[in-house]
């Protein structure tokens, strides 16, 4: 029986699985955004969250811990520098999963891992689809290029008088 053991050892030894693990953590960081499979996505996000968390406080002994599971200095440098800042006002929730279907050797359901405050392909389709659906885009459209005809007159009429 399998009573109290949650954790998915993924098949591998504790070594591999932390070794794995830590470099899947380093590209996530460097990448925003890498291709897994469910499984190994679920891990590492219990892996990174706490690691996220603990970049939020920029110490040096916060630094030291976060690179005893990372060893890669340029991670640690982004993670601290650039990541914790775009995260300081989020309570937790630092990761997202997208699953995207099943793999064709092997039938493994595959998935996306990213950092959700680094989403900017789906915040750009959104704003591209909302600004396709409205009917007025026309006129829209003509509306500031008439108010922009009247700028340019006055621009260039001050040229005139100055010289």
Known sequence: MRHNKKFNHLGRTASH??????????????????????????????????????????????????????????????????????????????????????RLGDNASMCFIELVDYDDNMAKEKLAKKSTRTRRSKKAAAAPAAEEAPVAEEVKAEEAKAE
């Open 17 to 102: 699985r932390n070794a794995m693990l830590s470099n899947m953590a380093v590209s996530l960081i460097k990448h925003k955004r890498i291709t897994t499979t469910v499984e190994k996505a679920k891990a590492l996000k219990k892996f990174i969250e706490p690691l996220l968390t603990k970049s939020k406080n920029d110490t040096t002994n916060s630094r030291r811990v976060v690179f005893s599971y990372l060893k890669d200095k340029y991670a640690i440098t982004e993670l601290f520098k650039e990541i914790s800042v775009k995260i300081a006002d989020r309570p937790g929730g630092y990761t997202r999963i997208i699953k995207t279907g099943h």
